[in-house]
């Protein structure tokens, strides 16, 4: 009668325990789901220098999705093969040694930048940086015979996190809550929406990483408290201070530095060590792309081993060679020697900590609690400055890693409507104004203005009849033009013949919840205006973005039906092995001809799976299992079908092997099986 039971119940014949491959379990062809009909989630993702994080809310609760490989976190790296593959996350960083030029990562330090602003990171990578003409940035990848914009290979990572994501909820992904180092400037932030959108997503909002850690550390928390938020990321450096309780979540001052994280450590690591290399072979290892690559992880591992001990030992053998012979690195470094090399790091993070409290006119005494964010923060000597300064130590109740992620999750789920009572007022990192005579910077919007916002500002005429004036918006802390960020030009014409100082030109600012500016300038006089989007300000034109949205979309039609046919191939693989050992098990008890098909059928299988035609090595495959069937009714006279041909069409649908149960028709292997749903087995 148990036999009968899991004949009907799984639809494939005889599946024993030994028999089970790939895949969920499934009843009647239906995957087993313990999550609840799919609806449309907001997603959080933490874009990270480093590591990237995607979380949802579930049951109320932020939750981190694992990734394909089982991660919480994905590594932020693209890398392209010879043979044209495109990998992402962990794949593609246990590549980087041997394809320097063609992996990508830490590309966020180069996102919505000009490439006069990069020279110092172009420094700090094996892959080559490039000027498009246009002082743009573009990375080359020799393998794909292309130069990508830093949005376009953050859009591929962004789209790994959706399709993980997608995976893990049951159901497409398609909107994202996207998280920011606060210091970012006008066209980061842009060029970040642009990423999202040639990854396919569109970005409901764009949210400062510490104002998302703090939403995940204040989510249930009913007393109000005044914490700061020390966010040391792999490319970036953040400090917020806020208030926090009952639901409002209060920015009153940011702070920052673009140019500062753990690739900074790691690069302390790198010089000294190939100075050192330099002093006693003569031979600069910055220079060898791949030699690079490999002092770069194995700085990292040493950076973070220090994390725990007090010394830790650089081995790399055959780093290069001479006409001596091969070369090798063994080294000793320790906690004390590295904080040395460190040392004006650590004094660069204390700086905007101390801005950040000024401007929200506190004292380190005023703060309830300390929050450490982003993986750098676990470097003994960090935790030590903000420990000193702060005079307690900080809150380490959330995981550094995930905590952004997680409040882009809450975020995402206030948008969605699926979380309620909370307030979110967060504020602008750097002051917005316009260029005026003498090339001096008007403030219009001071730094940690609470958004969203808007401010108007009345100008004039320069010289006697000016027809027209041009604007020139700024963003930055600095008193003259030349030395802040200029976030795009525009002019507005037909102004009437008068004396200078006559006519007035209104110009408006609005910032929306993203921090995303746009302008508008009119003439009170003949009421003419002139607006701009602070598109500019990104690095690639709207006509740009769209063409990037279809590349994403047809490399990722490309994509799949790559993966379609390296399943193919696996699935080829798995069913010759399968039959093969069916046929030396049970060919002797089947007719002549049967096996003569049979094995036929094997060897045409054989032939199609190195190929690139999928509907060839489909058509094989689904020609072996009928034949796989054959035998299985020719051995056992067409018995309970529990034939071991039975086991060759499960296998291809990624649920059993072919022949689990072809061991013998016993319960044993059916019993081990036995799969219910809801626990309505009666049997």
Same mark, same amino acid.
Not at 280 to 286: M, N, P, V
Not at 525 to 540: H, P
Not at 603 to 609: G, I, L, M, P, R
């Given at each position: 009668?148990q ?9 494939t ?14 009843i ?7 999550r609840?009909a ?22 109320g609760?932020?939750?981190i ?9 994905t ?41 006069a ?14 000027s498009?003409?246009?002082?743009n ?10 130069e ?5 290979i953050s ?21 994202a ?9 006008d066209?980061?932030?842009q ?11 569109e ?14 550390y ?43 994280g ?10 000294w ?10 031979i ?6 791949q *030699?690079? =690559?490999?002092?770069t992880? +194995?700085? /990292?591992?040493?950076? #973070?081993e &220090?994390?725990a001990?007090?010394?830790? %030992? ?20 320790s ?14 993070c204390?700086l ?5 409290l000024?401007?929200a006119?506190?004292?380190y ?12 923060t ?30 882009? *999750?809450? =975020?995402?789920g206030?948008l +969605?409507? /699926?979380?309620s009572? #909370?307030? &979110? ?5 750097? %002051? ?7 090339g001096?910077?008007?403030k219009v919007i ?18 006697d ?15 003259f ?10 002019r507005?014409d037909g ?23 746009s ?7 003949t009421?003419?205006s002139q607006d701009i ?7 690639l034109p ?9 590349d994403?979309?047809?490399?990722a ?24 050992k ?13 096996k ?16 690139e ?17 054959a035998?299985?009714q ?24 072919p ?11 059916v019993?081990?099986a036995e ?6 087995n009666?049997?």
């Amino acid at each position: 009668m148990q036999s009968a039971t899991m004949s009907t119940a799984m639809g494939t014949g005889f599946l024993g325990s030994k028999g089970l491959r790939g895949g969920r379990a499934s009843i009647s062809g239906a995957p087993l789901q313990s999550r609840q009909a799919f609806r449309p989630a907001v997603v959080g993702i933490d874009l990270g220098t480093t590591n990237s994080a995607v979380a949802a809310m579930e049951g109320g609760k932020p939750t981190i999705i694992t990734n394909a490989e089982g991660g919480r976190t994905t590594p932020s790296v693209v890398a392209f093969t010879k043979a044209g593959d495109r990998l992402v996350g962990q794949i593609a960083k246990r590549q980087a040694v041997v394809n320097p030029e063609n992996t990508f990562f830490s590309v966020k330090r180069f996102i919505g930048r000009k490439m006069a602003e990069v020279g110092e990171e172009c420094k700090q990578v094996p892959y080559r940086v490039v000027s498009d003409g246009s002082s743009n940035v573009k990375i080359a990848s020799p393998n794909a015979k292309k130069e990508f914009a830093p949005e376009e290979i953050s859009a591929i990572v962004l789209r790994k996190l959706a399709d993980d994501a997608s995976a893990f909820l049951g159901g497409a992904v398609s909107q994202a809550v996207i998280t920011v180092p606060a210091y970012f400037n006008d066209s980061q932030r842009q060029a970040t929406k642009d990423a999202g959108r040639i990854g396919g997503l569109e970005v409901l909002r764009i949210i400062n990483e510490p104002t998302a850690a703090s939403l995940a550390y204040g989510l249930d928390r009913k007393s109000n408290e005044t914490i700061l938020v020390f966010d040391l990321g792999g490319g970036t450096f953040d400090v917020s201070v806020l208030e926090v309780g009952d639901g409002v979540f209060e920015v009153l001052s940011t702070s920052g530095d673009t140019h500062l994280g753990g690739d900074d450590f790691d690069r302390r690591i790198v010089d000294w060590l190939a100075d050192d290399f330099k002093a006693q072979e003569g031979i600069d290892l910055r220079k060898d792309r791949q *030699a690079l =690559q490999r002092l770069t992880e +194995a700085a /990292e591992k040493a950076k #973070i081993e &220090l994390s725990a001990t007090s010394t830790t %030992s650089v081995s790399l053998p055959f780093i290069t060679a001479t006409a001596d012979g091969p070369k090798h690195i063994d080294a000793s470094l320790s906690r004390s020697k590295f904080e040395q090399l460190a040392s004006d790091l650590l004094e660069r993070c204390r700086l905007p900590l101390e801005a950040a409290l000024r401007d929200a006119k506190l004292s380190y005494s005023d703060l309830d609690e300390v929050i450490l964010v982003g993986g750098s923060t676990r470097i003994p000597a960090v935790v030590g400055l903000v420990e000193r300064l702060a005079q307690k130590k900080p809150n380490v109740t959330v995981n550094p890693d995930e905590v952004v992620a997680l409040g882009a *999750a809450v =975020q995402g789920g206030v948008l +969605a409507g /699926e979380v309620s009572d #909370i307030v &979110l007022l967060d504020v602008t990192p750097l %002051s917005l104004g316009l260029e005026t005579l003498g090339g001096v910077a008007t403030k219009v919007i001071p730094r940690n203005t609470t958004l969203p916002t808007s401010k108007t500002e009345t100008f004039s005429t320069a010289a006697d009849s000016q027809s027209s004036v041009e604007i020139n918006v700024l963003q930055g802390e600095r008193e003259f033009a030349r030395d802040n960020k200029s976030l795009g030009n525009f002019r507005l014409d037909g102004i009437p013949p008068a004396p200078r100082g006559v006519p007035q030109i209104e110009v408006r600012f609005d910032i929306d919840a993203n921090g995303i500016l746009s302008v508008t300038a009119s003439d009170k006089g003949t009421g003419k205006s002139q607006d701009i989007k602070i598109t500019g300000a990104s690095t690639l034109p709207g006509e740009e973005v769209d063409r990037m949205v279809k590349d994403a979309e047809k490399f990722a039609e490309e994509d799949r039906k790559r993966r379609e046919l390296v399943d193919l191939k696996n699935q080829a693989d798995s069913i010759v092995y399968q039959t093969e050992k069916q046929l030396a098990e049970f060919g002797d008890k089947a007719p002549a001809d049967v096996k003569a098909k049979l094995e036929e059928r094997v060897e045409a299988v054989k032939k199609a799976a190195p190929g690139e035609d999928a509907a060839a090595i489909k058509a094989a495959i689904e020609d072996l299992q009928k034949e796989a069937m054959a035998l299985g009714q020719a051995v056992y006279g067409g018995g309970a079908g529990g034939a071991p041909g039975a086991g060759p069409e499960a296998g291809a649908q990624g649920g059993a092997a072919p022949g689990a149960g072809g061991a013998g028709a016993g319960g044993d292997d059916v019993i081990d099986a036995e799969f219910t749903e809801g626990g309505d087995n009666k049997a």
